[in-house]
């Protein structure tokens, strides 16, 4: 069935520096992705919607500048966390729909990106 | 509003017991139910899911009904077991959109 790939899967880096973050669908093309974001012990807050070849839609309260999402091919959408503090540690989560399948059908998610700012 | 509202855990229980884990939504037009079950350390993996009412889904043992009347999608089980220890997301999607919109989950452990 479809698949879903997140790339890492675990980062940890210093302050200050940006992280990019891969969601490949795999044998599909989506032309929407979504990007979650999970804190410890809580739901998935949508962050943004990825949409192929235009500008992405970003929930109230996200910032646009923060979070850079790029979709630039019908596989592939990055979420690039700008300059990282430490505050910006979370699991974050992509999705996507296979355009085939039936409206009442749910989204693919990948497995998810730990990221921790030291 | 669109909204889900789950049942707060943590929920613990023994092996082969009963289970439980309530939802309740609240929708404009009709909207399809899921049931998402995360895996420690994982990402999400659809658990069954139910388009209409009266719709029963069911997979490894789970089932839920989606009930118009009390706008419910209840996750039962009827004797779970140590793997089935997880954190359980009840998600609704209105018809012809694609945002999912989920309930705070509910973190599971089972006991040996």
């Known amino acids: 069935g479809a698949v879903v790939s997140q790339h890492p899967s675990r980062v940890i880096c210093k302050s200050g520096t940006s992280v990019k973050i891969e969601c490949r669908s795999l044998?599909?093309?989506?032309?929407?992705m979504f990007w979650y974001r999970q804190f410890p012990k809580q739901s998935l807050m949508l962050m943004a919607t990825?949409?192929?070849?235009?500008?992405?839609?970003?929930e109230q309260g996200v910032e646009k500048d923060k979070f850079l999402i790029n979709h630039a091919s019908l596989t592939l959408s990055t979420l690039t966390v700008t300059s990282a503090h430490p505050e910006d540690s979370s699991f974050y989560i992509c999705?996507?729909?296979?355009?085939?399948?039936?409206?009442?059908?749910?989204?693919?998610f990948g497995d998810g990106t730990r990221l921790s700012i030291l | 509003g669109n909204s889900v509202t789950q049942m707060e855990g943590p929920v613990t229980l023994s092996e082969e017991a009963f289970l439980t884990i309530n939802c309740t939504y609240t929708?404009?037009?009709?909207?399809?139910l899921f049931w998402y079950v995360q895996y420690p350390g994982e990402g999400l993996q659809l658990l069954l899911k139910?388009?209409?009412?009266?719709d029963k889904g069911s997979n490894k043992g789970f089932e839920a009904t989606y009930r118009k009347e009390t706008t419910s999608f209840h996750l039962e089980k009827g004797s779970v077991q140590v793997s089935d220890s997880a954190v359980y997301f009840c998600?609704?999607?209105?018809?012809?959109?694609?945002?999912?919109?989920f309930g705070q989950g509910t973190r599971l452990t089972i006991n040996p």
């Open positions: 044998d599909f093309q989506a032309t929407t």
């Open positions: 998600a609704l999607r209105i018809q012809g959109a694609q945002k999912l919109v």
């Open positions: 139910a388009t209409k009412a009266d």
């Open positions: 929708a404009t037009g009709y909207p399809s």
């Open positions: 990825s949409n192929e070849g235009s500008k992405a839609t970003y």
């Open positions: 999705s996507a729909r296979d355009p085939r399948d039936r409206d009442n059908q749910p989204q693919h």
